[in-house]
């Protein structure tokens, strides 16, 4: 199902990343005016003024009915361009304080574009918070194509709490094709609104394929609304394997918190899972959070995989983040991969982001494994990307270190 998520969330991001954008990840300080913010001031590690990442020193707000507006300041107290190609903006805020519309001001205060190319944007929602229409304006109020986005408006309609169908239209509010491969998305779905297939649609009303390369997806429910197989087929109906090494898998249901994935190719044969096992069995806690995997054989029992495990066993903490994996023998004894290790513990972050990860052996003492190190740490920068990693014996004593991955830890 990642690929039918990432096409659900690729829906809205045109709509959210673009009308968000005056966050920022630098230290800041506020001050307020009865009881509300009246102006954020950025500062360095040495608490001395500094620019944000999105291009000024400060901001002041100010409050009329439902709405705020910023105006950005640099550090000599002049008017500031952000990164988004604008001096201020005017967030309308509605019920349950969703935003309804964004309006970029120049220096004098004047409605502007953004570099994203458009001046306003409205947003509609369901009383659910289902976004129903998001429309991008110029500066004279008129629909405009957004470059980056390859529409200028789009409609979500809704059964219950579900999306139905997404259309995308251009400044006269006809169905235009976008970068995505598509001017319409339609999502059908059962009595109980629960999605059982995706397709596609040109602006002409022809079959359409997404650019994850695929024109429907299937989705075989249960009598319990519990997932059983999705498959995927291009224009002419073929299934499709999309390059995966697998058509598609399937779910057979022990109970609701219990399942066994297998795999099967384009003629419905069932292939490996992975490296020396067959089919994997997930059991889930009350909050759907996998907390053991198994790696099975052909005839259903668990099986030492290549990595020489037969089961992972996953721990959360008390925010529900994952904070340590063991690993357990065909006999759900604990046991040792092949890199020496019987499992590993994380430290998270308040944001959960990994601090280090131990790694442990049989009786849940730090080990030294195979690749010389028995801890990692992760250092990061201020926008949360890895700059270093150390690794560390059991000692304590410090073996490698590895610069600016620049990949974050989440």
């Known amino acids: 199902m990642m690929s039918r998520a990432r096409i659900l969330a690729g829906l809205m991001a045109g709509v959210l990343l673009l009308t ?17 913010v009246s102006r954020r001031t950025w500062t360095d590690e040495s608490g001395k003024a500094a620019t944000a990442p999105e291009g000024y020193a400060s901001v002041k707000y100010s409050y009329s009915g439902t709405s705020v507006t910023e105006k950005y300041y640099d550090l000599e107290g002049n008017p500031a361009r952000a990164a988004g190609g604008y001096y201020g ?14 309006v970029f001001l120049d220096e004098d205060g004047e409605r502007t574009e953004c570099t994203a190319g458009y001046a306003r944007v409205r947003i509609a929602y369901t009383s659910a918070g289902g976004i129903t229409m998001a429309a991008y304006q110029d500066r004279t109020g008129s629909p405009v194509m957004v ?20 259309v995308y239209l251009d400044e006269n509010k006809d169905p235009v094709d976008t970068p995505l491969g598509y001017a319409v998305m339609v999502q059908s779905v059962n009595k109980s609104n629960k999605v059982t297939g995706i397709r596609f649609e040109h602006a002409d009303g022809s ?13 075989e429910l249960d009598k319990k609304n519990r997932e059983v197989s999705v498959k ?17 898998e399937s779910r057979k249901w022990e109970s609701d918190q ?20 067959m089919s994997l069995r997930r059991e889930m806690n009350r909050d759907g959070q996998v907390i053991r995997e198994t790696y099975l054989d052909e005839n259903g029992e668990a099986k030492e995989n290549a990595e020489g495990v037969a089961s992972r066993k996953y721990d959360y903490d008390e925010q529900g983040r994952l904070a340590r994996v063991s690993f357990e023998g065909a006999r759900g004894d604990s046991t040792e991969n092949t890199s020496g290790y019987a ?35 992760y250092l990061y920068d201020e926008n949360r990307r890895v700059i270093r990693r150390e690794y560390y014996d059991v000692n304590g004593a410090l073996v490698n270190a590895e610069e600016g991955s620049g990949m974050p830890e989440a």
């Not at 470059?147 to 997404?166: I, S």
């Not at 049989?362 to 028995?374: C, N, Q």
């Open 207 to 219: 079959a359409a394929v997404c650019g994850e390369g695929w024109a429907s997806m299937k989705r």
């Open 232 to 248: 995927y087929y291009d224009l002419a109906g073929k299934m499709l394997d999309r390059g995966l090494g697998y058509a598609y």
């Open 89 to 102: 903006q005017i967030l309308t805020y509605g019920n349950k304080h969703r935003l309804e519309e964004t």
């Open 147 to 166: 470059p980056g986005l390859g529409y200028a408006q789009l409609k979500n309609d809704y059964r219950g709490t579900t999306l139905t169908k997404t």
């Open 258 to 277: 219990i399942y066994t994935v297998s795999r099967y190719d384009l003629e419905d044969r069932q292939i490996p899972m992975g490296a020396g096992y």
């Open 343 to 377: 499992g590993y513990r994380e430290t998270l972050d308040a944001d959960g982001f990994v601090l280090n990860r131990v790694f442990l052996g049989k009786g849940g003492k730090p080990v030294d494994t195979a690749m010389g190190y028995s801890e990692i740490r």
């Open 20 to 36: 968000l954008g005056a966050g920022g990840s630098a230290e800041w300080h506020e001050e307020t005016k009865g009881g509300k």
